[in-house]
């Protein structure tokens, strides 16, 4: 099922995951989310950031390829 977004929602959505996309191949790695979590949380969190990581790839990543699409960031269960 998909998550329902209006039209801003997908174009702000969209923006974001283009920002996070540093290589612009259409898909987000571990690396990439890596450095958005550190850039997010800086180097001083209590947070296990590599933990973070892999638990966002094992509930986004649905055909399981290593890499996150836009269309499974939009088709994550509500």
């Known amino acids: ?10 174009e702000e959505l969209r923006k974001f995951f283009a920002q ?3 290589d612009n191949n259409g898909k987000i790695d571990k690396k990439e989310l890596k450095q958005l979590l550190e850039t ?3 180097e001083n ?3 296990d ?3 973070a990581v892999e638990s ?3 509930k986004c990543d649905l055909n399981n390829d290593g890499f ?3 269309d499974e960031l939009t088709s994550l269960p509500e």
Do not use: S
């Not at 099922?1 to 997908?10: A, G, R, S, V």
């Open 56 to 58: 966002t790839f094992k």
């Open 45 to 47: 969190t209590d947070l």
């Open 68 to 70: 996150i699409t836009f």
């Open 20 to 22: 996070v996309d540093q």
């Open 49 to 51: 950031i590599n933990e």
């Open 1 to 10: 099922m998909k998550i329902p977004l209006n039209q801003h929602q997908t």
């Open 40 to 42: 997010i949380w800086g």
